[in-house]
């Protein structure tokens, strides 16, 4: 009989919340690229009455010990939501996730899967895909390419043994998102400005900044707009108006007029695009803790951000334009306006796009147009249950 045996158990007290959030800085704290969330976010994320998924979705969180030290964790959860979405769209009827996934070796990995699955089973469901932590929209997938360097704002990082031991318990990859990156201060090419510069001389195409005196409507344009130009995505699972509201509170801090623009087009609202200065930037020397003098520092961060890499986490063309020359006019025009604020203001000289979907060729032939680069590759997988 082993002398420290390997256990694995729901998270119920409070105790057990703060060994779930702790155990993932005590497992990444050595990789260099690795970004320490504030451990108030993770918090946040996982108490039903700090995030707005909850509102849809349901789950558990387990937590391993050996020898009664934490050496591992998982979600395992469900998304009514997600049930609901045509199964021909990556997820449908009988499928559960699992996430938030970290192990201190293959056994520990193995034995939390197992036990997510059979909470999902217990739950009937009868096919899961992870690692998605919470929602779709938060952390999906498992970084299998690009551990070299850090993660920008609200994208994982995992050690690449990860891989391994996820595809050993039968999993199947069914999903690659990818992040491109591009050097923001060089421009772009000939052909791109020539579609920018004629976009300028039309007289029905205006693209403005965001008005942060107004975000609750400016937020209500841009759901509007996505829910719409994502709706046929794989994996696609609608915003609701309390997680934009809940998300608009995050990022409110770092929304910036002249980073967020929206495309009208004979006076309508049909694209958007959003960019965040990379807070990680900022948060990476905290340490997961505003204290005692970390507070300080962000605020003063926040006044004016000065840094390296802008993140545009999302944009989105109505579905009626997609395809067309004029969403790629539209996209060009908001990527240029908002590269030039960026460096202007920010000091920004590299940017990021994504996640993208590895099939998704329209904003893929955009990437590529503008000279950027596959640099994080996140894989998702499924099983039947």
Do not use: C
């Not at 699955?117 to 992870?130: A, C, F, H, K, S």
């Not at 996209?331 to 306006?337: D, K, P, V």
Request: glycine content about 8%; aromatic content about 8%; proline content about 8%.
């Amino acid at each position: 009989m082993a002398s420290n045996p390997l256990a694995v158990h729901p998270v119920s007290s409070n105790a057990d919340r703060k060994a779930f959030i702790d155990i993932a800085y005590t497992l990444n704290g050595d990789d260099p690229n690795w970004v320490p969330p504030l451990r108030s976010e993770v918090a946040g994320t996982i108490d039903p009455k700090k995030n707005a998924w909850f509102s849809h979705g349901r789950g558990q969180l387990f937590l391993a010990t050996r020898g009664g030290k934490p050496v591992g964790r998982i979600s395992a959860h469900i998304d009514t939501l997600a049930l609901d979405m045509p199964a021909d769209r990556g997820f449908g009827p009988g499928t559960g996730f699992w996430g938030m996934f970290d192990a201190a070796d293959a056994t520990t990995a193995r034995a939390l899967i197992n036990t997510a699955e059979d909470w999902l089973r217990q739950q009937g469901m009868t096919r899961v895909i992870g690692p998605v932590s919470l929602s779709i929209w938060e952390e999906p997938g498992l970084l299998i390419k690009g551990q070299d360097h850090p993660p920008t704002v609200m994208m994982g990082h995992h050690p690449p043994q990860y891989q391994s031991w996820i595809e050993a318990a039968d999993y199947h990859p069914v999903k690659q998102l990818l992040t491109f990156e591009l050097d923001i201060t060089t421009g772009f090419p000939p052909i791109v400005n020539r579609i920018i510069q004629s976009g300028e001389k039309n007289p029905r195409i205006v693209i403005r900044q965001v008005d942060k005196s107004k975000f609750a409507a400016e937020a209500e344009i841009i759901l509007a707009i996505l829910n719409d130009a994502w709706s046929d995505n794989w994996g696609f699972v609608p915003l609701t108006p309390p997680e934009i509201a809940d998300v608009g509170k995050k990022l409110k801090p770092i929304v910036f007029e002249d980073l967020i623009r929206i495309a009208e087009l004979d006076g309508e609202p049909v694209a958007f695009m959003i960019t965040l200065p990379d807070l990680n930037e900022a948060i990476a020397p905290l340490k997961g803790s505003l204290l005692p003098f970390g507070w300080a520092r962000l605020l003063w961060w926040l006044r004016k951000p000065q840094v390296r890499t802008m993140r545009v986490p999302l944009m989105g063309v109505v579905k009626r334009l997609q395809s067309s020359r004029m969403a790629s006019q539209l996209a060009f025009m908001m990527i240029e306006y908002i590269r030039r604020a960026a460096i202007a203001r920010y000091g920004a000289t590299r940017g990021e796009i994504g996640w993208i979907l590895d099939d998704n060729q329209g904003m893929r032939s955009i990437a590529e147009a503008i000279n950027s680069h596959v640099n994080r590759v996140y894989q998702l997988y499924d099983k039947a249950l």
